[in-house]
T-cell receptor, first 111, second 117 residues
Framework: TQLLEQSPQFLSIQEGENLTVYCNSS?????LQWYRQEPGEGPVLLVT?????EVKKLKRLTFQFGDARKDSSLHITAAQPGDTGLYLC???????????FGEGTQLTVNP | GAVVSQHPSWVICKSGTSVKIECRSL??????MFWYRQFPKQSLMLMAT?????????EQGVEKDKFLINHASLTLSTLTVTSAHPEDSSFYIC?????????????FGPGTRLTVT
């Protein structure tokens, strides 16, 4: 059973479109991280959210942590080909240090 | 800041041999490092948690005698794949926690592509 359900798994869109990736769980997390990974490289940390209801913005990327700290979303505005990559959400449970990863969303932005 | 390196970036070895992969935190000390395995187009699968000065904690289903982990210093953890077989071919990624930055954030190395022939 996957602790973190990430959707969609694959997304192919045109440059300029908006998109949202969701990360859902029945468990409560003390924090949730979003990473972006390119082929043959390690994941790069984009953001960490720790407070229920928290919203963080990183240029065209908006991250939200659910009020109950069980879910999160990543919204990209006006996607660009450079946004192409594997987006991973990962949660740390209360009292733990290990991360549980979602299945990932492979995003392709076509020029 | 928070840079993690891995060496080698790729390695090809023959079946039955052993391969050592190094993971270093370059600008911070890490009492805890993590080793992951990733198959093509899939997410990361945690193999073990490496603890400085003590034994690693392995996830269920991961053979500790096959995947030897040593965390001898606050900046270095090593993963040795012993008696490698073709099914061990994968992308191995380490991460480290910079406890000075936050309890939960992990910073990842660039990964090591292992191919066993």
């Amino acid at each position: 059973t996957q602790l973190l359900e990430q959707s969609p798994q694959f997304l192919s869109i045109q440059e300029g479109e908006n998109l949202t990736v969701y990360c859902n769980s029945s468990s409560v997390f003390s924090s949730l991280q979003w990473y972006r990974q390119e082929p043959g490289e390690g994941p790069v940390l984009l953001v960490t959210v720790v407070t229920g209801g928290e919203v963080k913005k990183l240029k065209r990327l908006t991250f939200q942590f659910g009020d109950a700290r069980k879910d999160s979303s990543l919204h990209i505005t006006a996607a660009q080909p450079g946004d192409t990559g594997l987006y991973l959400c990962a949660g740390a449970k209360v009292g733990g240090s290990r991360l549980t990863f979602g299945e990932g969303t492979q995003l392709t932005v076509n020029p | 800041g928070a840079v993690v390196s891995q060496h080698p970036s790729w390695v090809i070895c023959k079946s039955g041999t052993s391969v050592k992969i190094e993971c270093r935190s370059l600008d911070f000390q890490a009492t805890t490092m993590f080793w992951y395995r990733q198959f093509p187009k899939q997410s990361l699968m945690l193999m073990a948690t490496s603890n400085e000065g003590s034994k690693a904690t392995y996830e269920q289903g991961v053979e500790k005698d096959k995947f030897l982990i040593n965390h001898a210093s606050l900046t270095l953890s090593t993963l040795t794949v012993t008696s490698a077989h073709p099914e061990d071919s994968s992308f191995y990624i380490c991460s480290a926690r910079d406890e000075g930055r936050g309890l939960y954030e992990q910073y990842f190395g660039p990964g090591t592509r292992l191919t066993v022939t």
